[in-house]
Structures are given as C-alpha cells and as structure tokens.
C-alpha cells in the first residue's frame, strides 16, 4: 500500500468531501493596468497574457514590475493565492492558472480572478487543469471569439477537498512525476538540436562554397525573380468554389518544410489575373515576415506581395541543389546582412535577391551533393517528427495519472 493509500484510509476512509469553491475561497476580479504600464523595477505585477505565455503552474517571482504610483489602484495577489486567466481564444486555455508563492505581494491585471483560498495552493492548480475541471468549465463558459469564465461564476465549481495531508502527499507525487517529464523531454529536444547542428555542419561543408574554382553566378542571372501581387481588397475575391485558384499564404508553411502541396484558401479567377501565378517546380521566398525561407511549389496558384517568386532555373541548378543554397547558414546570413528595412519590418526584395551570389557545379556534383543531404535530413525529419509524437505520449501518460490522483470518491452527506 503506498503512503498515498494509507492517508486515504486513515483519513478519508468513507470518501473525500467536494465543495463548492466559493466555500474554501474568496474569488475577486483583478485590476485594471495594461502591457504598457510596465517598467523595469518597482510593484510585482501578473499580467493575465503571460499565465499563457510566460508562466508555468507555479511563480515565486514575477518578471514584469509597475509603478508604485499605478500600482495604488490596482487589486493584489499574496502568496499562495492563485491567478487565473478567465478570458481566452479558446475553451482549452481559458481558467489556465498559477499560483502565486512570491513573499511581496503582485499587483494583478484585468480578465482575471484572484483566488485567495485555505488549502494547498498546488494541489487546487493541479485540479484546475484536470479535465475533470475542464468539464465543469465548459457548462460555465460564454463567447464566441472571446471566451469568458466571470469569477462569479466559479464560486459554483465543485472541487473535491481531502485533508490537507492527502493534498499534500498528492502534490509530493505530482511535483516528482513533473519534474521527471520535463528532464525527459528536455533529452529529447537537446538530441534534436545536437543533430540538426550537425546537418548544418555537413550541410556547409558540402556545399561549394569554399571550393577556388568554382563558377559563382548572381540569382538574377541563372532565375527569374519576381514579386507576388495581392488583389485588393482580398477578402472580395477569396472563394469557396472549388474551381477557384490557390491563394497560397505565409500561414500555409511553418519553417523546416521544403515543399507546398496545399493551401487554405482559394481566390476566383479575376483575382488571380491581379496576383502573380505560380506553378510546379517554381520556388517562393518569403521576403518580408520571417524572410528568406525557401519552398518548391508542388501545387499551382497565386502569391501576394509577402512572396517572391523563383523560376526558369533549369539550366544552371536542379530544384534540390537550390533550395539547399538558399537554407545554407552562408546564403541566410548574406540576405540578413544585405535586407532592406522598411519601417519596423526588415524585408527581402527582388533586386537584393537578384544581386546574391551562388555556388554552380555540374548537374552530376549536385546531385551528389543532394542525395548526401537528402539523407541526412530524413534522418533529422525522423528524430523531428518523433519529438511531437513523444511528448504527446508523455503529456497524456501524465494527464491520466494527474487526473487518477486526483479522483477521489465522494463522501455521501448524512
């Protein structure tokens, strides 16, 4: 029997009580400053957007300060309170929470609850994201674009309330079992890294780019490059007709893919005459938002003016060899070194793409060349796309056993 086992049995033998939340809390709104009221030193401070992006389940220090002078209005956390985001996107991150173990009290945000409770503030976190929760959540839940748990409604949550022993022994259990995660999925995300070092590695070193005698052309004598064109405004020809041309868009791709074989959207056939066709075989560069990542176009369709487009290359490069030039550390750097700034926004165009200088060997060294890096990137796309895969596996073998700690039978109420 584990220790987990005899505290239910010498504590909570006929079942564990739940209660309403407004029974062991006290939930009240946060305040009312913003992301630009943030300064380097002074009052701690929670934003709710950083429970989402910033934070873990557990804070002792905050990373974001206000002014004393702002701070007066504003509603606190203390510790071993908890923050809970009751704003969201979506129904999965709306009521994501922390808890607060900082000894100076934070001055709170607006679209939050803060939950000042008499139990084990871990031990209600972990609760707070079992999907025994979640279900709870989902009945309390309004909005469409924005969805919204008001802290009034959460005095109605029911949460199952063992001895602050068992809560404890639960948190001891759960605190290990996350941490060991964490380390294994830290193993794999550094062996991902140490081997997509090491094709880069290869991958310079392949490449021709140190070797005397080899020919150098500009892109702009070996391809024709032009800019993509946006009809405007879009959302007049975006159509759902199956006869519609593809609309390809920076949002279609994600970085490490070669090639495009599909897209979202599709726009009519007058809007195509106003956008640049693309087909097969072709290459895009994104020149503005994330510049400089390559793609081999496997589908027909239009681009806008965040793409340029790269053809007619056939003569000097076969498509493979030229997409590993332009990921190549050497080219990326040239078009970092050499993009023009247009406002905040630093971003390729066709004349500095034109102007960059490449490596041409035969047709038989790139395919040499190719094959080598070919494989190598399988082998890295392999370890890649297992990473995903394991730590769903591991992210749901943690969730069942959260969720069975924390399942208790409920003690029937003379």
């Not at 290869?202 to 490059?225: A, H, M």
Request: charged share 25%.
């Amino acid at each position: 029997m584990t220790r987990l086992e005899e505290l239910i049995q010498e504590l909570c033998p006929d079942g564990v009580e739940f209660k309403k939340f407004g029974e062991i809390a006290t939930i009240s709104r946060g305040g009312s400053f913003q992301k630009k009221d943030f300064t380097d030193t002074g009052v701690p401070c929670i934003h709710y957007g950083q429970i989402y992006t910033k934070y873990g389940l557990f804070v002792d220090e905050t990373i974001s300060f206000i002014d004393p002078a702002i701070s007066m209005k504003q509603k606190y956390a203390v510790k071993n309170d908890i923050v809970m985001a009751v704003t969201s996107e979506n129904i999965e991150d709306v009521c994501k929470c922390v808890a607060y173990f900082g000894d100076e009290p934070a001055a709170v945000s607006g679209h939050t609850a803060i939950i000042h409770h008499n139990q084990d503030a871990k031990y209600l976190v972990y609760y707070l994201h079992s999907s025994m929760f979640f279900a709870q959540k989902e009945k309390l839940a309004h909005g469409t674009k924005v969805i919204e748990v008001t802290p009034d409604k959460l005095n109605a949550v029911e949460v199952p309330v063992p001895p602050l022993e068992v809560q404890h022994e639960i948190v001891r259990i759960l605190d290990r079992f996350t941490l060991l995660r964490q380390e294994l999925l830290n193993q794999l995300s550094a062996e991902l890294s140490a081997r997509r070092k090491q094709y880069e590695y290869y991958r310079n070193k392949l490449l021709p780019f140190s070797q005397e005698d080899v020919e150098w052309k500009t892109l702009g004598e070996i391809c024709t490059i032009v800019r993509g064109a946006s009809p405007r405004p879009i959302k007049n020809y975006v159509t759902d007709d199956a006869e519609g041309v593809n609309w390809i868009k920076i949002g279609d791709v994600k970085p490490g893919d070669k090639y495009i074989t599909s897209c979202a959207e599709k726009i009519t056939k007058e809007g195509a005459k106003k956008s640049r066709v693309v087909k097969p075989g072709d290459f895009i560069l994104s020149n503005s938002m994330s510049f400089g990542r390559p793609y081999i176009l496997n589908i027909e369709g239009c681009i806008h003016d965040g793409w340029l487009s790269i053809s007619d290359f056939d003569e000097y490069v076969t498509p493979d060899y030229l997409y590993h030039i332009l990921v190549s550390s050497y080219i990326q750097a040239v078009m970092a070194q050499r993009a023009s700034f247009g406002g905040a926004v630093q971003n390729l165009n066709a004349d500095i793409v034109r102007g960059i200088e490449i490596p041409i060997v035969s047709k038989e060294e790139q395919s040499k060349i190719v094959k080598i890096l070919d494989n190598f990137s399988v082998l890295c796309t392999n370890i890649s796309s297992g990473l995903p895969s394991e730590i769903e596996a591991r992210t749901k073998q943690y969730e069942y056993y959260r969720d069975k700690l924390l399942s208790f039978k409920r003690k029937e109420l003379l």
